[in-house]
């Protein structure tokens, strides 16, 4: 008896984990993207030798900009051997995060390398696009402002596509995918960051230099390491 008892109670586990895994699976069914999601920095893109970081930013998110000196100091310090892919992830919070995400994928499709001029920019003046600055404008006064903002940072002639390219539902589909592929990941927060595809501990907080050369000095050669230091010497 005891035992048939516990022979249901494993079948009804079974059950309840196979019913957990097929709602998992149904929600997991997202639209697959035509392409890899991010913005690779300096064109470096990963190749099977390469350390490769992903970074989920959002535009307007202080930490965000608070992260990436540092990030962009261990960039080049490793040279080629890093390579960063920078995914938007807008959050829910942040005001205005989604429109600037956009606005980053607008960018990227205008001028491939205006990009991260484009984040910079963002990280530089966040303060225009949250809070008091926006709370009474309306959304197509915000978009307007965010599009003038990304036309003077990636080049002025670009005002009309950036406008063109806040009315385009591609642009939208891109932002979105963005946002789901990071829920994918499991990313609950900016600036959060993956190594080699594992995520690194203290999601949502800013790192700094020394934390990089701690994470990423183990993961190549002492003479790598040699080469690095030297070559930062002689620059
Ligand atoms: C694209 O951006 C790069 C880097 O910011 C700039 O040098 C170049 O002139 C831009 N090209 C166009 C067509 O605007
Ligand atoms: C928004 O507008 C209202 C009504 O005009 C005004 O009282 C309020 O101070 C404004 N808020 C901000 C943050 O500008
Ligand atoms: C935002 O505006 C409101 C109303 O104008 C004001 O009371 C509040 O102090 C402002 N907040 C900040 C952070 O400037």
């Not at 991010?38 to 930490?63: H, M, Q």
């Not at 406008?163 to 932002?175: E, I, L, M």
């Amino acid at each position: 008896m005891k035992f048939l008892k516990i022979q249901n109670y494993n079948t009804l586990m079974k059950s309840i984990v196979l019913l957990l895994l097929c709602v998992v699976h149904v929600n997991a069914q997202v639209t697959l993207p035509s392409k890899q999601d991010g913005f690779w920095y300096k064109n470096r893109i990963a190749n099977t030798k390469s350390i490769v970081i992903e970074a989920f930013f959002d535009p307007l998110c202080p930490d965000s900009r608070d992260s990436w000196p540092p990030l962009k100091l261990a960039l080049q310090h490793y040279g080629s051997r890093l390579s960063l892919v920078v995914h938007p992830f807008p959050l829910p919070y942040h005001d205005n995060a989604f429109i600037s995400s956009r606005a980053m994928h607008i960018s990227n499709q205008l001028n491939t390398s205006a990009t991260y001029r484009l984040l910079e920019s963002f990280f530089d003046h966040q303060g225009r696009f949250y809070g008091n600055a926006t709370f009474n404008l309306s959304r197509s006064s915000v978009v307007d402002k965010i599009a003038r903002f990304t036309s003077n940072s990636i080049g002025n002639s670009h005002y009309a596509a950036v406008k063109v390219g806040f009315t385009d539902p591609k642009t939208d589909h891109a932002t979105r995918i963005s946002f789901k592929y990071g829920c994918v990941k499991g990313v609950y927060g900016a600036p959060f960051f993956f190594v080699n595809g594992f995520p690194l501990p203290d999601g949502g907080s800013p790192l700094d230099y020394k934390t990089w050369r701690d994470v990423i000095d183990p993961l190549i050669s002492p003479e790598e390491q040699l080469r690095a230091e030297n070559l930062n010497f002689f620059l």
